[in-house]
């Protein structure tokens, strides 16, 4: 099993930024992806970024150039760095880990809470 805790959402204002983080423990060698989703009201999860143990990293196009994810093997936390926020951003962001780079949240074995990120304008 894998736990996951994300932590850092709030209410900001359009333009500014916001680092969530995701620590894991548990059996945190037996997932080798991080993934991020987000879930907006009436909205199914969708897919933001995934970063590998590596540092690889992927994400979806509308938030390439301004979301930016990290990870610290050491403390088995991954950062999601959130820039130029958007009232589009706004959303409960949870953490996921899996074995492979997906788009697909059924990819994914283990899920946090989640964490409320709201944007006004």
């Known amino acids: 099993q894998v736990q996951l805790v994300e932590s850092g959402g709030g209410l900001v204002q359009a333009g500014v930024s916001l680092r969530l983080s995701c620590a894991a423990s548990?059996?945190?060698?037996?997932?080798?992806?991080m993934g991020w989703f987000r879930q907006a009201p009436g909205w199914e999860r969708e897919f933001v970024g995934a970063?590998?143990?590596?540092?690889?990293?992927y994400y979806t196009d509308s938030v390439k150039g301004r979301f930016t994810l990290s990870i610290d093997n050491a403390k088995n936390t991954v950062y999601l760095q959130m820039s130029s926020l958007k009232p589009e951003d706004t959303a409960v962001y949870y953490c996921?880990?899996?074995?492979?780079?997906?788009?697909?949240?059924?990819?994914?074995?283990?899920w946090g809470q989640g964490t409320q990120v709201t944007v006004s304008s």
């Open positions: 548990g059996r945190t060698f037996s997932s080798s992806v």
């Open positions: 970063i590998m143990r590596s540092g690889a990293t």
């Open positions: 996921a880990a899996g074995q492979r780079i997906s788009t697909w949240r059924g990819d994914f074995d283990y």
